[in-house]
Structure formats: C-alpha cells, structure tokens
C-alpha cells in the first residue's frame, strides 16, 4: 500500500459547483499535512497548510481526519482558475511525502 | 518570498553527456531538494540536502549524484545522460521540518 493515496481524477466539474477530494495516508505517526496545486507544466505551489481543527481560506476547506487517517479539501463555487493538480504532502519525521495528485477540471 | 530559481527551463542533451542542473535560493533554508516528476508517477525524491556539504540520497539516485558547496546552491549532476533521464527537474528548498517547501519552476529536460 503506497503510503500517500490520491484518486488520480479527472474531476470534471460545472464552474459554480461544489468537489471534494481526498488523500488517505498509511502512517498513523504522520506529523503535518499539506495542500499543494501544480498548473499544467508549472511547479508546484502551496494552496494551504491543514490544521488539526480544520482551516478555511476563501473558497477552500481543508480538514484532517486522525482516526481515519485522511485529509480533504473542499473547493465551493468553484472557478475555471481552478483547473489544476491538487498535491496531497504528507510530512512524516524528516520525510516529506507527496501523493500522485488529483487533477480537477472545471467545466464552462 | 522565497525564490527559488533553476538555471534552465528547457535543455536538451545528447545520450552520454555530462548535465548539470543548479539550483539557487534566497531565504537561506536549510533543505534543499531534487526530485524528478513524470506523468503517472508523480515526484520521486532523488536527492536532499540538510546543510553544505551534506547530502542524503533519496528513493531514485542512481545515474544522479549532487554537490552543495553553499547554502544557497544546490546543483544535480547527471554523470552520463540516458534517455529514461529525460523528464521534469524540481528544485524545492524548506526552512524546517514542518514548514512548506518552495518550488523552483523546473527544468524540462530532453535526452535524445
């Protein structure tokens, strides 16, 4: 079992509505989580650190669940810049792990 | 803001020769890293280093070594270029272990 887990997508999604995606992780010992998005042949960039109690910003949710050991990302009244790879990055003692990613495509 | 620059976003290379990709950074982080990325395998993690001098190997270093004289410059260095080299180059730099990393814009890299 890879130890970061992404749904690869697509995610075809109208502009407005609503998705949700998730990345699972294998190691309970799993410190601090991230979000990452890469456009198409861009670097990867930070979309939002995920915190414990959950965190918002703008448009964008990221929750942690510890029992069930995954992370989500909730993305409202989605845009067409929203189009994109989302990276799920999963910090472990020194070890930075990173999942496939989730590529989203918001529909006109 | 972090900047991490590469010193090429395109390069194409001849089967054998020796590539070198460098990596530069102004927050004066600790960690650098180099990963490759290709399509369907995501990043793989080739080399890092936590301080000059240092380096770590990750989960793909074969046919790659690296060098880090300066905080601030991480180089990669292909011995003899091959044609499964041919892929994205990221550079990523980090402060500490739970902060985010910082991506450089890449290096599409050709071997032919």
């Known amino acids: 079992r890879k130890e970061v887990e992404q749904d690869p997508g697509p995610f075809n999604v109208p502009e407005g509505a609503t998705v949700a995606f998730n990345c699972t992780y294998s190691?309970?010992?799993?410190?601090?989580f991230f979000w990452y998005r890469q456009d198409c042949r861009k670097e990867p960039k930070l979309l939002m650190s995920?915190?414990?109690s959950g965190n918002e910003d703008g448009r964008f949710t990221a929750q942690l669940n510890r029992a069930s050991q995954y992370i989500s990302l909730l993305i409202r009244d989605s845009k067409l810049s929203d189009s994109a790879t989302y990276l799920c990055?999963?910090?472990?003692?020194?070890?930075?792990?990173f999942g496939k990613g989730t590529r989203l495509h918001i529909l006109p | 803001d972090v900047k991490v620059t590469q010193s090429s976003r395109y390069l194409v290379k001849r089967t054998g020769e020796k590539v070198f990709l460098e990596c530069v950074q102004d927050?004066?982080?600790?960690?650098m890293f180099w990963y490759r990325q290709d399509p369907g395998l995501g990043l793989r993690l080739i080399y890092f280093?936590?301080?000059?001098?240092?380096?770590e190997k990750g989960d793909i270093p074969e046919g790659y070594s690296v060098s880090r004289e300066k905080k601030e410059r991480f180089s990669l260095i292909l011995e003899s270029a091959s044609t499964n080299q041919t892929s994205m180059y990221l550079c990523?730099?980090?402060?500490?272990?739970?902060?985010?990393?910082?991506f450089g814009p890449g290096t599409r890299l050709l071997v032919l």
């Open positions: 280093s936590y301080d000059v001098k240092m380096k």
């Open positions: 990523a730099s980090l402060a500490g272990t739970w902060e985010t990393q910082y």
């Open positions: 927050m004066d982080h600790e960690n």
């Open positions: 995920v915190y414990s």
């Open positions: 190691n309970s010992a799993s410190q601090s």
């Open positions: 990055v999963v910090n472990r003692d020194d070890k930075i792990i």
